[in-house]
């Protein structure tokens, strides 16, 4: 699939981290997402219910990235990610957290961890179930 919706800069202030300053302080996360889906029936007709809403897919994403702190960057991209499959039209996703003040020692610019999934992930996820404590899809 060709078609996507891109929001990229999304920032979101919460207490994800390892550390106990971490969950205490919170920081904030930005967050790049790429939906993948078919947007030829919503072009067609000119209709929004053809296509992902982009204001609610934002506002779903941060919701669930503010929500129930975790550890790792890794879990809140997967969370990211099944929010955005939640979407019925959204064939696939790429989901990047970036945490600009991570607590390293050295000098950086950033710290991202991207993750890819698709319907197919989503469904063998749905059949596993869930170790990530924050919000479902």
Known sequence: MADSITL????????????DFERENGQTFVIDLTVWLDLAPAARGDELAATVHYG????????????????LIETVAERVARV??????????????HKPDAPIP???????????RDRAWAARFERAGSADQGVSA
Request: a negative charge.
């Open 8 to 19: 990229t800069g999304l920032a979101v202030r919460a207490n994800h981290g390892v550390f």
């Open 56 to 71: 609610e897919l934002a506002e779903a994403v941060h919701a669930a990235v503010a929500a129930d702190p975790v550890d």
């Open 84 to 97: 955005a499959l939640a979407f019925p039209a959204v064939d696939r996703v790429r989901a990047t957290v």
């Open 106 to 116: 050295v000098p950086f610019g950033d710290v991202a961890v991207t993750v890819e």
